[in-house]
T-cell receptor
Framework: SAVISQKPSRDICQRGTSLTIQCQVD?????MFWYRQQPGQSLTLIAT?????????ESGFVIDKFPISRPNLTFSTLTVSNMSPEDSSIYLC??????????FGDGTRLSIL | GENVEQHPSTLSVQEGDSAVIKCTYSDSASNYFPWYKQELGKRPQLIID?????GEKKDQRIAVTLNKTAKHFSLHITETQPEDSAVYFCAASKGTYNNNDMRFGAGTRLTVKP
């Protein structure tokens, strides 16, 4: 399976600031996804990162809050904008086509003060 | 959209006993059902998956069963060991190539007591 690297692994941020999380895959992949995992909770899909076009967001998530870039088939970024304590979560990148096994990065543990 | 329910939320067993985690799904078009194990502070890792054309799949101490009629699937772990302690997530997907419709259950925290 693909090797997925996420940076940073963790960060502590001040409210009102923004943080960009990077996801790098060691091979070209068709589909890349961003998930949020709040403390003790399940995995919630934020958006599908589409190469060369705007990301597809799930209900409850908007581009202004979570802008996503996907410049090529091996890299994507997720920005968490204007952060508040409610944004404290683990953010996970995953790769995989529909109906195929998805593999996850190690995640970014984000705390907002 | 798809709704996946998972039970129990917590499960404690004695080492060597079996553990069973059950999930139900709502969309009869779902045809792919993976299970993930997430140890504390680590990424979710795929441990086994099953497709709708198969009723059961085994991999050493782990097995998954699928009942399409009842729309439920289960994870069975036999001869549990302390290292099986983790949170387990089930998921369901219709397998559409360019779309991610995979939805996850709420998770089961399994504790195996030595």
């Amino acid at each position: 399976s693909a090797v997925i690297s996420q940076k940073p692994s963790r960060d502590i941020c001040q409210r009102g600031t923004s943080l960009t999380i990077q996801c790098q895959v060691d091979s070209q992949v068709t589909m890349m996804f961003w998930y949020r995992q709040q403390p003790g909770q399940s995995l919630t899909l934020i958006a599908t990162a589409n190469q060369g076009s705007e990301a597809t967001y799930e209900s409850g998530f908007v581009i202004d809050k979570f802008p996503i870039s996907r410049p090529n088939l091996t890299f994507s970024t997720l920005t968490v904008s204007n952060m508040s304590p409610e944004d404290s979560s683990i953010y996970l990148c995953s790769v995989g086509t529909g109906g195929q096994p998805q593999h996850f990065g190690d995640g970014t543990r984000l705390s907002i003060l | 959209g798809e709704n996946v329910e998972q039970h129990p939320s917590t499960l404690s067993v004695q080492e060597g006993d079996s553990a069973v985690i059950k999930c139900t799904y709502s969309d009869s078009a779902s045809n792919y059902f993976p299970w993930y194990k997430q140890e504390l502070g680590k990424r979710p890792q795929l441990i086994i998956d099953i497709r709708s054309n198969v009723g059961e799949k085994k991999d050493q101490r782990i097995a998954v069963t699928l009942n399409k009629t009842a729309k439920h699937f289960s994870l069975h772990i036999t001869e549990t060991q302390p290292e099986d302690s983790a949170v387990y997530f089930c998921a369901a997907s219709k397998g559409t190539y360019n779309n991610n419709d995979m939805r996850f259950g709420a998770g089961t925290r399994l504790t195996v007591k030595p």
